[in-house]
């Protein structure tokens, strides 16, 4: 698939998963694509896990259900109708989440380009979900990155030790299509701003 | 182009910009494939500052040499030796910087899908940065991210209020050619690491 083609129709996917399994080698095509990312001092600083027993993919979904209702608890009047026709997760109906951490200990202590920068690594992180997700979109595979989670929680379900942070939970999978619209702009929740409200010119203008 | 030529054919560019100026158009296309990232809860909460006055470009130069020097302080034997070899930045060369922000407020304070990690904002920026690496590469453009610098020193340099956090200075420009290995493999800093290195199966095996 063409790039733009890619850029265009990527789609955070919660509500079209079909459960049919994702050849391996289309997973495996996805997964190199994240792994050729740009990292800051060539440090690869990721961690992918795979994650389809069904224990586990039920257990991390009744968190995420937990955490939905505490963000709906803060909203009022037209936000919390909106939002309850928002569907955020797609876990089960997936099939397979893929755990992507960061693991600031891949190159040493002297990582070139993040001396000044402590975050540096963690921007590569989502470098390679970026990759991955555009992967995905030109092999008819749908992804939705779920972030109604404590950080703590997703660690302690896949093992993280405490150097190594959660940075996402993608749900990955089959789908019958690609929505054309986003879905929360389908449901009202929020549309897309034009390009020319985050363009500055030599200077930010405020 | 390709989806998956263009995350191989990716470099991190630093040597090979010729100084011509960007076709308005190409550069357009390119702002508007980070302008289609994914953002949580569509908060879209990116800022493009495109910088081409002389005067800044090498006032942002002269503070990256100096970062430069503090990290090469802190290294010893092989380690200098090859890291004295390796360029940094074409700031100047690539007669263009796109300074790229992370502001949290851009949808107000209810953010869909941030209320339980606050850096998801932080992420959507860099999923931003990739789209518009892989458009730029593309469209035959190079792109070299810069993280020699302290954030507070971009902030005054480009007017960024408090708010609005520094994320990349990316210089992008014309280029003779894409380099076909990596810098930092190509001077001996560090090579690839295979996939397997990052994979996991259901829970994190250390």
């Known amino acids: 698939m063409d790039l733009y083609e890619a850029i265009a129709r990527r789609r955070d996917t919660r509500a079209e998963f079909t459960g ?20 800051v001092g060539m440090s690869q600083p990721w961690v992918f896990v795979t994650v389809r027993q069904r224990a586990t993919l039920e257990s991390f979904r009744s968190h995420v259900l ?5 963000f709906a608890a803060g909203l009022e009047g037209e936000r919390d109708s909106t939002f309850s ?13 893929i755990v992507v951490g960061y693991d600031p200990t ?20 989502c470098l390679a979900i970026q990759n991955l997700w555009l992967a995905a979109t030109a092999e008819g595979i749908g992804v939705g990155w779920v972030s109604f989670y404590r950080e703590a929680v ?11 942070r959660p940075v996402a939970w ?4 089959t789908v019958a299509s690609l929505p054309e619209v986003p879905d929360l702009e389908r449901f009202g ?3 897309r701003s034009p390009l020319s409200a985050a363009l500055h010119d030599e200077r930010y203008a405020g």
Chains 1, 2 share one sequence.
Do not use: M
């Open 170 to 173: 993608l749900c990955v999978g």
């Open 189 to 191: 929740w929020r549309g």
């Open 20 to 39: 049919e399994p994702i050849d391996p080698d289309v997973l495996g095509r996805i997964l190199e694509a994240a792994n050729r990312a740009p990292s």
């Open 106 to 125: 891949t190159a040493g202590e002297q990582v070139l380009g993040r001396h000044a920068i402590a975050d540096a690594g963690l921007y590569s992180v």
């Open 154 to 164: 997703l660690s302690s379900l896949v093992g993280f030790p405490p150097h190594i």
């Open 85 to 97: 026709r928002v569907k955020v997760e797609g876990i089960c109906e997936s099939g397979l989440g």
């Open 66 to 70: 937990e955490e939905r209702a505490v």
